[in-house]
């Protein structure tokens, strides 16, 4: 047999078809407060976060895809009343200057020379057009936030360095604020009415931030750098742990029924077999759903949605 309940592949125009409800974490919007209420975290990560959270450090965390570390700063943000995370995604072309903050020079010129082809006077203000980036907000913020600084490892090879510097110190001067008359501004965060207030140009640390930086381990890192972060590597998923996973993210009801699935999921992650959570949570939802397909077609399934990460 084949699972042809939506696509069936016979060309036949204009089918009507009524999908069932997405898994909760494919639904749309997006809840603002993230997986957080459903991270289950493995041994040690626990003590990790709390030895970060009395030294003020960042917390790196390391471990193959689908571990749950981007997700960690969510449970602890949502744990801790931190507010919504403040996200920062690292490619090769993110700059610290970037993360800090956004100076829309152009739309400036641009809205003043309206305002003049209109014969008005634009209310012209810096603060209309500098925005803070996470970086920038979680420095500038009275009280802690929650800040992710995700897949470090993928940045240009100066910038853990430079950042770090910058946590070091917990500064960072923004020169088109410094040029300023007014020396006491409200400055917004970027993708929120959050304002912050920054006086002299000069972003001034006052509550350090709960950081959690990510990385898959693609490159190492610099003592220097290493030395002012604590480090925690993602352990082994335990049949255990993967358990408590799935019944955090499908329901209690749901666990007894695919036993055999995760424990041959956790087979595949012992014989070193890159397969990630996610996989086994979407391969758990198929086979437990309303849509579920029938008894006969589910191990071909499975066998699709379990397919090593390290395959193209
Ligand atoms: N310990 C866990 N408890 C609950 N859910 C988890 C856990 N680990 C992973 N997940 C689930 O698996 C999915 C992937 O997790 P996440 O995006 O945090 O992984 P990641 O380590 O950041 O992966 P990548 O390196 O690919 O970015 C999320 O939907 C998350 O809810
Ligand atoms: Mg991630």
């Known amino acids: ?33 993230g997986e957080g209420e459903f991270f289950r975290p493995p041994d040690g990560l626990i003590e990790a976060v709390n030895a970060a959270l009395v030294l003020r450090r960042p917390l790196l965390v390391t471990g193959p895809p689908g571990s749950g570390k981007s997700t960690l700063i969510e449970s602890v ?22 993360a800090v903050y956004r100076y829309d020079v152009l739309g400036r010129i641009h809205a003043q020379q309206v305002a003049q082809a209109q014969g008005k006077t634009a209310a012209d ?52 604020l410094v040029r300023e008359e007014d020396q006491d501004l409200q400055v917004r965060e970027r ?17 350090f931030p709960v950081i959690v930086l990510t990385s898959n381990g693609e490159r190492s890192f610099p ?8 480090r925690f590597q993602m352990p082994p998923l ?21 036993e055999t699935l995760i424990a041959a999921f956790e087979e595949n992650l012992r014989a070193g077999r890159t397969v990630a959570v996610d996989q086994l949570l ?3 939802f198929l086979r437990t759903g309303k849509a579920a397909p029938p008894a006969e077609d ?3 399934l499975t066998k699709l949605l379990l397919q090593k990460l390290t395959d193209a």
């Open 1 to 33: 047999m084949v699972w042809n309940a939506y696509y069936r592949g016979d060309n036949e125009p204009g089918r009507k078809v009524e999908l069932p409800a997405a898994p909760r974490w494919r639904t749309f919007p997006r809840p603002p407060e």
């Open 77 to 98: 943000a949502r744990e801790l009343g931190l507010g919504t995370v403040l996200r920062w995604h690292i490619t090769s072309r993110s700059t610290l200057a970037d």
């Open 125 to 176: 203000k810096i603060t209309d057009f500098l925005q803070l980036g996470p970086l920038g907000a979680a420095l500038a913020s009275a009280t802690p936030r929650a800040l992710l600084i995700d897949e470090i490892d993928k940045s240009d090879l100066d910038l853990p360095g430079d950042l770090l510097n910058v946590l070091e110190r917990g500064e960072y001067e923004i020169p088109e």
């Open 191 to 207: 993708d929120s009415k959050v304002t912050h207030r920054i006086r002299e140009g000069r972003i001034q640390c006052a509550a």
């Open 223 to 230: 003592p220097p750098f290493l030395r002012r972060c604590v």
């Open 238 to 258: 335990t049949t255990e742990l993967l358990t408590e996973i799935v019944r955090a993210h499908l329901g209690p009801e749901v666990v007894a029924r695919v």
């Open 282 to 284: 979407n391969a758990v």
């Open 298 to 300: 589910q191990d071909r």
